[in-house]
């Protein structure tokens, strides 16, 4: 026969030994390719996580930066408002404390407390205030200058200061704008 057409015999022993895997071996690369395709899944997904982790930081941060930004634009344009109004009712003064006295002192003789009280005040809103306790008729009430104003009767004390009211206004504002800096 030539080594052309050569049939092989299916039926014959190899002579050829092929190395051949133990099951142990199976196993354990079984085992091991296992591991590896959980390690590298593992990885993969905490790469994922710590990707979307960080996108998420980075918009909060410029959620928070807008969020800074239009407080403190509010605050900029609302602060020359506040304080105008402020002023504003600060410069009748003598007009505002006046009502706001008699205002007071309305309350007290409608709820039944007599009225005998001492009213420190300014001179020009000791006339006003004068002016009007004649007028209504109330008694029993002293009337005293001083650079403050305030209402002392018996069951205690009502102070009315503008200035520190301002002060105030000016204060909150500014504890808004530097906690919007910082």
Avoid at 138 to 146: D, Q, R
Avoid at 157 to 169: C, N, S, T
Wanted: proline share 2%.
């Amino acid at each position: 026969m030539s080594n052309i057409a050569r049939l092989e015999d299916f039926a014959a022993r190899k002579t050829d030994v092929e190395e051949r895997i133990s099951r142990d071996q199976l196993t354990a690369e079984y085992a091991r390719g296992y591991s590896d395709g959980e390690s590298t899944a593992r990885a993969d997904v905490t790469a994922e996580l710590a990707n979307a982790l960080q996108q998420a930081a980075e918009s909060a941060k410029d959620n928070a930066g807008m969020w800074q930004a239009a407080v403190g634009e509010t605050l900029q344009s609302l602060a020359p408002v506040i304080r105008a109004i402020a002023g504003h009712l600060a410069a009748n003064r003598a007009e505002q404390l006046a009502g706001l006295l008699l205002t007071e002192l309305e309350h007290l003789a409608l709820s039944g407390v007599a009225p005998r009280c001492t009213v420190s005040a300014e001179e020009d809103v000791i006339h006003l205030v004068q002016a009007q306790i004649e007028k209504i008729g109330l008694e029993g009430i002293s009337l005293v200058p001083a650079k403050h104003t305030e209402i002392t009767f018996d069951a205690g004390k009502i102070v009315i200061d503008p200035d520190e009211f301002l002060a105030r206004i000016d204060e909150i504002l500014a504890g808004l704008s530097e906690s919007e800096e910082g």
